[in-house]
Structures are given as C-alpha cells and as structure tokens.
C-alpha cells in the first residue's frame, strides 16, 4: 500500500512539475513578443557605440537618438544630422538598409558615421528593460540605448 501511494505521490509531482515548464515557455515566448513590440514609437537614445561611452559637449550637443515606426520606418539624429531609412523585422534579426541622412557640416562627425555603420551592421535586436541592444551578426553588443522616459 505505501508503494502505491508513493508512486502515485511520485506521478503527481512529475506531471505537475513538467505542466510548470510549459507554463514558464509560455510566458518567455509572450514576453519575446511584448518586446518586440515595444521596439516601435519609442525614442531610443545612444549610450554606447562599440562599447564606448557617447557623451555630449559642445562639439556633440544633441543626442543621438532613432525611432522605429509601425510601417518599418526608422529615423532619428546622428547628434547633428537627421536620417531615415527602413527596416524589416522578423524575431529578433532586422535588417536596416539605405540610410539617408542631412549633410550639415558638424563638428565631431566621426562619432555621426561610426552611428550609421553600426546601425548598417546590427543584424539582431534585444531588448532589456529600458535598454535596446543592436548586435551584430556575431551576435555582438555594437550599440546600447536607452528608452526615452518622457515623450
């Protein structure tokens, strides 16, 4: 009798652990989706480009920020210069192409082109909490930035 109970005790905890699993899949898969999402109509701002810190001063006055729109529109500043282009989104890999952008002539402008060659490099996006991370094809962090708190 005590060989039956524990069997059946032993069933029960398998089962319910394996219908816990699948509870935890769901939720990662839904919060994939959510993030996703949460990648369109939100400014992001550049902190980082290939691990260095982007700072303002007076050569660098205006933070270099893009925005991804519903109909696969991304546009933004440079920290001078404005830009546009499109993007197509499937998962977590995009593919930005064609990027336009004003020729004002700036100061610090370096900074402007390493901007457009990451943004021409990123292959996947990620998303973590406030922050946006633009990998490259190795899955390498190239680009950090972070959500705009007030719009």
Same mark, same amino acid.
């Given at each position: 009798m005590k060989k039956i109970t524990l069997i059946i005790a032993l069933a029960i905890?398998?089962?319910?652990?394996? &219908? =816990? =699993? $699948?509870?935890? &899949?769901n939720n990662e898969q839904? $919060?994939?989706q959510v993030s996703s999402m949460a990648l369109s109509e939100t400014v992001w701002n550049l902190? $980082?480009?290939n691990g260095q810190a982007v700072s303002l001063d007076k050569n660098f006055p205006k933070q270099p920020n893009l925005i991804f729109t519903r109909k696969n529109d991304i546009s933004g500043n440079l920290g001078c210069n404005n830009f546009s282009s499109n993007y197509q989104l499937k998962d977590n890999t995009i593919t930005i192409k064609q990027i336009a952008s004003t020729q004002m002539a700036c100061p610090n402008l370096a900074i402007e082109q390493k901007f457009i060659e990451v943004l021409e490099q990123t292959k996947h996006v990620e998303i973590e909490k406030d922050i946006l991370l633009l990998k490259n094809k190795d899955q390498e962090i190239i680009a950090k930035l972070k959500a705009e708190q007030d719009l």
């Open positions: 905890i398998t089962v319910s652990c394996n &219908t =816990k =699993k $699948e509870v935890v &899949t839904v $919060e994939a902190q $980082e480009l």
